[in-house]
């Protein structure tokens, strides 16, 4: 099975700063099409998942563009550019190249 | 607008048997993979499994595989998980979620963008 790896598990941010989280696979998930299936999903508090972004890098319908994925190797990282009180929740990165899909530990995004 | 509605659930003891129904609208169902999603209390979230849009390709997590059935009415637009002999560690809440895009083939399937989600139904497996 393919091990995803979040880090960090916690992360205080203060509104209107920059906040990344990164996430590292086992295993390589890049596809022959040349995508990497890597999704990242937000869990607000008390709410069902919501994806963000998919493909690594692709901006889910009606996620605001301060938020940004990158890709390197099996290495991913998500960017927020400025952090709103909106944003708090437990962030995600999942795998889906192969069969048993896979999440991150998660990482939970509080305001300072 | 697209949405997944979820029911079933409930409390029951452990051995018996629970079935889940996912009802979409609003997409086009019939072209879209399909998998189920459970988060235990206080934990992170758990791949349960996929069904194909047409159901000839599915798979399951190990820790439910033998016990847990998914499968799929394109008439209805419903997908379901029939979970039998059900354990204190099936206890979670379960989502379903439509897949932007899911392709099968061999015995692997790949998927993207896992949107939207169903609400959540909660499992409660105690004696």
């Known amino acids: 099975d393919i091990v995803m790896t979040q880090s960090p598990l916690s992360l205080p941010v203060t509104p209107g700063e920059p906040a990344s989280i990164s996430c590292r696979s086992s295993q390589s998930l890049l596809h022959s099409n040349g995508y990497n299936y890597l999704d990242w999903y937000l869990q607000k508090p008390g709410q069902s998942p919501q994806l963000l972004l998919y493909?690594?890098?692709t901006r889910a319908s009606g996620v605001p563009d301060r938020f940004s994925g990158s890709a390197s190797g099996t290495d991913f990282t998500l960017r927020i550019s400025r952090v709103e009180a909106e944003d708090v929740g437990v962030y995600y990165c999942m795998q889906a190249l192969q069969t048993p899909i896979t999440f991150g530990q998660g990482t939970r995004l509080e305001i300072k | 607008q697209v949405q997944l509605v979820q029911s079933g659930g409930g409390v029951v003891q452990p051995g018996r048997s629970l079935r889940l129904s996912c009802a979409a609208s609003g997409f086009t169902f019939n072209i879209h993979g399909m998998h189920w999603v459970r988060q235990a209390p206080g934990k992170g979230l758990e791949w349960v499994a996929i069904t194909s849009y047409d159901g000839r390709h599915k798979y399951y997590a190990d820790s439910v595989k033998g016990r847990f059935t998914i499968s799929r009415d394109n008439s209805k637009n419903t997908v379901s998980l029939e979970m039998s002999n059900l354990r204190p560690g099936d206890t979670a809440v379960y989502y379903c979620?439509?897949?932007?895009?899911?392709?099968?083939?061999?015995?692997?399937?790949?998927?993207?963008?896992?949107?939207?989600w169903g609400q959540g139904t909660r499992v409660t497996v105690s004696s």
């Open positions: 493909l690594a890098s």
């Open positions: 979620a439509k897949a932007t895009s899911t392709y099968c083939r061999g015995n692997n399937c790949y998927s993207s963008g896992f949107d939207p």
